[in-house]
């Protein structure tokens, strides 16, 4: 391979890579470092910034919240998503399409149009600051994603399967469990990545339906720039922190993500 | 077991799938459902599966009323024309899967899919991963997954439509002796003239969501009831023409005249259908048999099928076809002598009944 081919693919990868190695270098550094002016690796190299998030309850809460929220809503989403789905791959019934089109239009909404209703409902019904709260918030744009992904994933699978397994005598719920899970496995996968990712990066409800004890990470993050001055090594190393949990799952579900940003379409 | 459709339809959204239909298959037997596509067959298979229910009519399975039978309770087997395996499943655990569900031991399981396995040669692959299998090792899991439950009913639609010409060969004489050996009742749905010969049993021919006629299959191979029974149930498709009889003789006009069968004899003069199979003309001369008559065509088109020429020819007014056995070259636009077996004559009326 001549030269040049090789060098696209490495330039490519470095300009991709340049922000979060900035981050990354500036959660090494100390304020004073990172306000002093240009340097390209930590002059002072310090673990500070980390020890205090894992020490600090403000912020290792903020952790522990929105990861509590963000699985509630995962687990949520899809065991709402999933009988949905089915129904809409496997049956036709009256106004199915337009049903089926509505859900998507709860995603055309910007989330700060239902930020003052939802804290209004939640304060009114003693929702307010539970993850719970956020958890149920998420699922308006959560669950109709999970129901378009699955659905193309399900469509994918033939109806004759569900038909042999009622053959072979599997009743409904022992086929959709054992039969009919696993065959559309990736498609839940990718559905849950969806869901958590969405709910992981979502601010601006986890930060309004929230106040001190299910304060969210992103929450704490904003606030804390206004508090003490200005932090930045203690905000770079809670972003590179906050980067690990998308990375984590998108690991588990690379090889079929692409079908899910088709929504499970092909 | 036995199974009784009692004057069941099938109407949906305003269409009809199934005119009223009765039929009564004996138990043990062998079935062919024959007609082209869209003519009913997977409709009526799924109606007596119980997968659709009939909009109106009844299933009776052995005596029962089973009409309103679920199709888990109807202990039945099935195998699609495309290849419908559990994915995420072994082999092993494919065939396994209805004596599972059925909650037999381990060891009986083990013993039972041993066995299916070995007579569908799959004994190699049990441990295989569906997906990493040929379509053809695919429909012969499918196959013992439906041998291994001893059903009492076994529905085959079309299982040999999508696998290769030798696999298709093999399975046509395998799969009556399969299942005739696990004493199971089996409908199977095929589209092809040759193939329901070849099974063999008794055959129900369908067109258009009707049951046109049922019977030994051989009966109705010689002696169909009707003209669209004879067509559905010829390949090459079979030719027909218009014949004039008056007293005695039967005349195709401005090509042959032939003494009148003795059953036909007493029918009143006039026009009438003839309907003879592409190998009741015969490129061999036979003219000293008295059963034969020459005709003489002019050649249209000659091809080659299998190991035996099929000569499409103008003759008159009409387009018919002549099949022979081995392989005749011919010019197009030729004249050529037929010998008509009047044997194979099939008359019919102005409806489309049979003379016989």
Known sequence: MPLYQRLVPVIYILFLMLPIYWLLSMSFKTTNEILGGFSLFPQDFTLENY?????????????????????????????????????????????????????????????????????????????????????????????PLAVWILEGFMSGVP?????????????????????????IASGIGVAAFFCFMYSWVEMLLSKTLTSVAAKSIAATMTRTASTAGYELGLLAAAGALTIIPGAIVIYFVRNYIAKGFSLGRV | MSIELKNITKVVDGIIHIYPTNLHLRDKEFNVLLGATLSGKTTLLRLMAGLEKPSSGEVWFSGKNVTHVS????????????????????????????????????????????????????????????????GGQQQRIALARALVKQASLVLLDEPLANLDYKLREQLREELPRLFAESGSTVVYATSEPEEALMLSGHIATLYEGEIIQYGKTTDIYRRPANLASAKIFSHPPINITKVVKSK??????????????????????????????????SLKNLEQSEKHIRISGNVQLAEISGSASLIHLRINENDWISESGGIHPYSIGETINVYMNLDGCLYFDHDGKAIH
């Open chain 1, 159 to 183: 109806k004759q399967l569900d038909e042999m397994a009622y053959i072979d005598g599997y009743s409904f719920p022992r086929f959709f469990v054992k039969i009919f899970m696993p065959a």
């Open chain 2, 71 to 134: 199709v888990q309770h109807r202990n039945i087997a099935m195998v699609y024309q495309e290849f419908i395996n559990y994915p995420n499943f072994s082999v092993f655990d494919n065939i396994a899967s209805p004596l599972k569900v059925a909650g037999k031991t381990p060891d009986e399981i083990k013993q039972h899919v041993g066995e299916i396995a070995e007579l569908l040669k799959l004994s190699k692959y049990l441990d295989r991963d569906v997906a990493s299998l040929s």
């Open chain 1, 51 to 143: 020890i205090e998030i894992f020490t600090d309850p403000t912020w290792y809460r903020g952790y522990l919240n929105s990861i509590t929220y963000v699985l509630m809503n995962t687990v949520i989403s899809i065991t709402f998503a999933l009988p949905a789905a089915y129904a809409f791959s496997r049956f036709r019934f009256l106004g199915d399409k337009h049903l089926f089109f509505w859900l998507l239009t709860n995603r055309m909404a910007p989330p700060a149009v239902f930020a003052l209703p939802f804290f209004q409902l939640y304060a009114a019904i003693d929702l307010y600051d539970t993850h719970i709260a956020v958890a149920l918030a998420h699922c308006l744009f959560n669950i």
């Open chain 2, 248 to 281: 005695s003789r039967i005349t195709l006009p401005g090509v042959a005249d032939w003494p009148c069968p003795e059953v036909f004899q007493d029918h009143i003069d006039g026009e009438y259908i003839l309907g003879i199979r592409p190998h009741h003309l």
